[in-house]
Nanobody, 113 residues
Framework: QVQLVESGGGLVQAGGSLRLSCAASGRTFSNYVMGWFRQAPGEERRFVAAINWSGSRISYVDSVKGRFTISRDNAKNTVYLQMNSLKPEDTAVYYC??????WGQGTQVTVSA
């Protein structure tokens, strides 16, 4: 059974940093795209960042470019999201995604002004 477990969310002041982690288990995901989405209250879940199996192809939504960095460790079946210079508008539940199919349970990120 595939399981994705996110961690690292929390409350931070604007300008601060957080690092999210997502550990996958149940199978090997080294050949699959891994990514992050977020969902703010009253809004749809939206794409944030994705990384291919080798890390050679990375994409970000425009609003986080230059502030967020996605990375992965295939040996640990883990994907990370380093979030710097956080803004109140980054407040959302952040979800890990693997292979555009599997989802984690989400981790809350709250950025205070």
């Amino acid at each position: 059974q595939v399981q994705l477990v996110e961690s690292g969310g929390g409350l931070v002041q604007a300008g601060g940093s957080l690092r999210l982690s997502c550990a996958a288990s149940g199978r090997t995901f080294s050949n699959y795209v891994m990514g992050w989405f977020r969902q703010a209250p009253g809004e749809e879940r939206r794409f944030v960042a994705a990384i291919n199996w080798s890390g050679s192809r990375i994409s970000y939504v425009d609003s986080v470019k230059g502030r967020f960095t996605i990375s992965r460790d295939n040996a640990k079946n883990t994907v990370y999201l380093q979030m710097n210079s956080l803004k109140p508008e980054d407040t959302a539940v952040y979800y890990c995604n693997v292979a555009w199919h599997y989802w984690g349970q989400g981790t809350q990120v709250t950025v205070s002004a």
